[in-house]
């Protein structure tokens, strides 16, 4: 079945090879929502982008470890837009409809490598970005996840080809994706906990 996407959710630790991704989606109408460095950085090519914040109607807290973690954020992505349950309370708790996320996770292995300290390490374990990540891609049905940058240029290609909307075999496949950049970020945590535990 395929699907139009009108709002993305865009939370990257890396911006490279984001821009020519934004101007497509821009292009297509697609709406943004973000958090943060991604929010400025989209803000600082001319497009119109909307707070998480704005949405959730909380700030971002603890030192930034708290800000995507909402149900309107969560809610939205996880939603089946095939029941009239889940859409009924989508509209009962305001809760936005998001099509797309893109992710690129904190740099967790590259912190190790450079030699970093212990809490360095500890702070770029992602919480929210895997969250969003797994997500994205349990509810690839209605949801288009884009887990790391290696995949903008595949998303590109399917806008170029296709406008914003997908298929469902090409959701299916990022989801698929994604939870290989999910295991890799987890077994990456745990080899680091299991060798600085010795």
């Not at 708290?66 to 809760?95: N, S």
């Not at 240029?153 to 090409?170: F, M, R, V």
């Amino acid at each position: 079945m395929t699907k139009k996407i009108r709002t993305a959710l865009i939370s990257v630790f890396h911006k490279d090879g984001l821009d020519e991704l934004l101007k497509k989606l821009n292009a297509e109408g697609v709406k943004f929502l973000s958090t943060g460095g991604t929010q400025a950085f989209i803000e600082s090519l001319g497009y119109e982008c909307q707070k998480v914040e704005d949405v959730t109607t909380y700030p971002s807290i603890l030192g930034g470890r708290v800000k995507t973690l909402h149900p309107k954020i969560f809610g939205g992505i996880l939603g089946r837009r095939e029941l009239d349950g889940d859409r009924q309370q989508m509209a009962q708790y305001e809760i936005p409809e998001i099509d797309l996320v893109i992710v690129d996770l904190y740099p967790f292995e590259q912190t190790v490598a450079s030699g970093a300290g212990e809490a360095d390490i500890i702070e770029k374990i992602d919480i929210g970005g895997i969250s969003l990540i797994r997500a994205g891609a349990k509810n690839f049905n209605d949801v288009v996840i884009i887990p790391s940058k290696e995949q903008y240029k595949p998303l590109l290609d399917i806008l170029n080809a296709q406008g914003a909307q997908t298929t469902l075999e090409q959701r299916r496949l990022f989801a698929a994706e994604a939870f290989g950049v999910s295991s890799h970020y987890d077994t990456a945590i745990h080899g680091w906990f299991t060798h600085s535990s010795k």
